[in-house]
């Protein structure tokens, strides 16, 4: 198929996204409290953000910048700057927090890569981060696709650097040496959540089996790849969880680190236990520092994409910043 018309992508309805936090009567409690101010943004709406819309959605791809309902669209996008995410926009998986579609995927374009790599050449990035959703459908798990892409820019955008944020490939080591011997430049799997919360925000997934694809991607990758991951604060755990939890990413070789604040997409998504203060995100930051992280961005509107160019050890950013 060449005509881009003819592989236009529907999305699957989903009437109850995430797994939910409900009552003893079953509701879920949503109330339109007003978020504190630090944690406004301006609309999306600038030049540049409706010309990469615009271009972005004449080629039938998608952003994760869109899907998950990122509050720094507006900002990213005006850079010049967007997360692109492959494998279509349904996850086999159903977690708690998350936007995205949940059902059973439909996407499969061997096409993507390439169309992925012209748009980052289009776009002039010096940095383009690369996600996609669970795939638990597919034999090596969506593997093939990182590869596919990390090659397409190689090739078509050779001065940019690559960084991949990826599913956990169910803890399987094949997809995973699949994907870093394509040697990205950073190796990114968000933990999301501390342990004891993970029956509640990430049901199908496992603490220790995202550590341990982090450990091994490091192993595998060697000096050439950094490792990075996330979590959001505002679920119901405590500081000292997220210390804890710091802790354990940092015995499996985790590099870099991002820290933000979860905000609830619908009525039937997790509440938002409480929202915390940009001093507790300094102390996070300050925290995960002594602990020996190489780079650390921790703050209310922070996402593991959030410039990203910028959230790389000092040596990648150097590099970065030459390219």
């Known amino acids: 198929m060449t005509e881009v018309s003819e592989r236009i992508h529907v999305t699957r309805s989903r009437a109850k996204p995430g797994g939910t936090a409900s009552d003893a009567d079953g509701t879920v409690p949503f109330k339109r409290a007003r978020k504190p101010p630090w944690l406004k943004v301006p609309a999306p709406g600038g030049p540049n953000y409706r010309r990469l819309k615009a271009t972005i959605g004449s080629d039938n791809l998608h952003t994760v910048c869109e899907e998950a309902n990122c509050p720094n669209v507006g900002e990213c996008w005006e ?50 981060v690369v996600t996609s959703v669970d795939r638990d459908d597919l034999p090596d798990y ?16 050779p001065s940019c650097k690559v960084e991949i944020l990826t599913p956990d490939f169910r803890g399987q080591e094949m997809p995973l040496a699949k994907v870093v011997h394509e040697k ?17 925000a990430r049901r199908g997934s496992q603490f220790l089996r995202s550590a341990r694809v982090l450990r091994m991607a490091k192993e595998m990758g060697g000096p050439d790849v950094v490792t990075k991951s996330g979590l959001m604060v505002g679920l119901g755990e405590s500081f000292e969880e997220m210390v804890e939890t710091f802790g354990l990413l940092r015995e499996h ?37 002594d602990l020996g992280f190489e780079s650390v961005a921790a703050g209310p509107l922070v996402r593991s994409s959030y410039h990203a160019d910028q959230n790389l050890p000092e040596g990648k950013r150097a590099e970065s910043l030459i390219a």
């Open 184 to 200: 990205p430049d950073v190796f990114n799997h968000n933990v999301e959540t501390v342990p004891r919360l993970y029956p509640v």
């Open 79 to 128: 850079r010049g700057t967007a997360t692109f995410m492959i494998l279509g926009d349904v996850c086999t998986r159903r977690c708690g927090f998350c936007n995205v579609q949940t059902g059973k995927p439909t996407w499969n374009d061997p096409l993507e890569p390439l169309r992925v790599a012209n748009q980052v050449k289009a776009m002039g990035l010096r940095h383009a």
């Open 142 to 157: 969506g593997a093939s696709a990182f590869v596919g892409v990390i090659r397409s820019i190689r090739m078509l955008a």
């Open 253 to 289: 070789r985790v590099q870099v680190l991002t820290v933000g604040q979860y905000l609830r997409p619908t009525e039937n998504h997790l509440p938002v236990v409480r929202y915390w203060h940009p001093d507790e995100f300094a102390a996070l930051e300050k925290a995960a520092y």
